[in-house]
């Protein structure tokens, strides 16, 4: 039980960290996307009120930042699965036992569900009158019954982090850097940002 209970712990802290450097790093790269973040956070709450994951309906660019952010960093590219009987898949047999690979990174840039997959654009997640648009393709914690257990609070935290960065600082290449490396390093399950600096400009 220990164990388990460390593995989701370290799990999720990892994964939260990573989406927010993915975060920080975009916030730099498209300064004129984080302009706009910055003003609908001050339009809707002001520089006093308290955070809550609930606000998220009231800043729909904000909250489609936030998901373009995941799903062009693609934190978690695979997820294994153990096949617990025979079973068969698009005519394909998979025998009980056989290791299977859900591909998360193919669905989060598939070119048929989104507009520019490789283009970091928030209005993925806008609809024509600018109102938040859930996305049936956008399944950063995978899907289907052994979907990440810990989607809920990851969620909430990115949220909170995310705006209190955001209403705090004002991020930005530091002097004599003009470019960043938006390329990830990707892993066997996994991608990380390149190493990069930015400066944290209190509000």
Request: charged share 25%.
């Amino acid at each position: 039980m220990v164990q388990s209970i460390t593995d989701l712990y370290t799990g999720a802290l990892e994964t939260t960290a990573t989406t927010l450097h993915w975060a920080l790093l975009y916030m730099v790269a498209y300064p004129d996307v984080q302009d706009k973040v910055r003003k609908e956070l001050e339009d809707v709450l002001g520089s006093s009120q308290t955070i809550s994951y609930e606000d998220r309906e009231r800043l729909p660019f904000t909250n489609a930042v936030l998901h373009e952010i995941q799903r062009l960093s693609k934190v978690i590219i695979t997820s294994f699965r153990c096949c617990t009987r025979d079973t068969e898949l698009h005519g394909f047999p998979i025998k009980k036992g056989a290791m299977t690979l859900f591909n998360i990174g193919s669905v989060l840039c598939d070119p048929k569900q989104w507009k520019n997959p490789q283009q970091f654009d928030p209005t993925n997640f806008l609809d024509d009158s600018g109102k938040f648009m859930n996305r049936e393709a956008f399944l950063p914690f995978a899907a289907g019954v052994r979907v990440c257990l810990g989607e809920k609070l990851a969620r909430t935290e990115l949220f909170i982090f995310f705006v209190s960065l955001m209403r705090t600082f004002t991020f930005r290449l530091p002097e004599g850097v003009e470019r960043i490396n938006t390329q990830p390093i990707l892993g066997r399950i996994r991608s990380h940002p390149q190493s990069y600096r930015l400066c944290a400009v209190p509000c």
